[in-house]
């Protein structure tokens, strides 16, 4: 198939890595459409005049609007996708227990659900296409760490179900990547230090000598990586690498530190790692308790 003739469908373009990936594509000759959550975001990317470039609105997590966009791959791209590129998603920078079950059901809507039903609804046109599929999971999707584990959770499930679906697709040929970005400069951090400040408040008072030095701590950490080296162009510098191989593998990892818990998860006993996390969080002495219960936020 001529290169001008691949259709990539990629979604949560809005900012961050997904728009520097459809960019890239873009540029690179396929014909990307470039699913973003609203029409202002559309608009903004339609003002880039890419040639073969069309942005779409697509809320993942709505099926009437997955079914619609769909439809119209289904329509206009008559020699099916070259590639699904999963990679809208959402974080929660929360300890699992004051994390409200709303919260964590509407993560994995969006992380693990709206991937899958992707999936499913675009293979048809990976089969005509001879397509592949690429998952966009996190280095927290083979290693969870404290105040992320819900997230942690989701890409999880996300990359076991890439790694069944790897296996249930040969017969048609289908690869499943999955890139395991660490910290990533963008927006994020943003949103996460504003929810992390507004979550700190809400810590229940008996529980503040124990959650408030790891709030803190992820407070720390979210600084550091609002300054990682690691921009969205490196990661779609990585995706267009997975679409582009002709034997492409099955794990990427991108950046130092998704590289480095890579090692240290292949190499390092778990008891080990959780004596290090708690270390780092500096949660390794035990607090004094009253037996009080924790209330969970209910957003």
Known sequence: MEESLRTVLVTGCSSGIGRATALLLADRGYRVLAGVRCPEHAKQLTDAQLPRFEPLVLDVTKEKQVEQVVAHVRETCPQGLYGLVNNAGIGLPAAVELSSIAEVRQLFEVNTVAPLRMIQLCLPLLRTGRGRVINMSSMNGSMAMPMVGAYSASKFALEAISDTLRVELRPWQIPVSIIRPGQVRTSIFSKARDDLNERSREIPVELEEGYGVMYARAGEFNERGAKSTTSPDMVAQVVLRALSAKRPRTHYCVGIDARGMQLAKSLLP????????????????????????AVPRTQ
């Open 270 to 293: 778990q008891r080990f790692l959780d004596r290090s996390f708690a270390r780092a969080m500096r949660v390794l002495k035990p607090v004094a308790t009253n037996g009080a219960a």
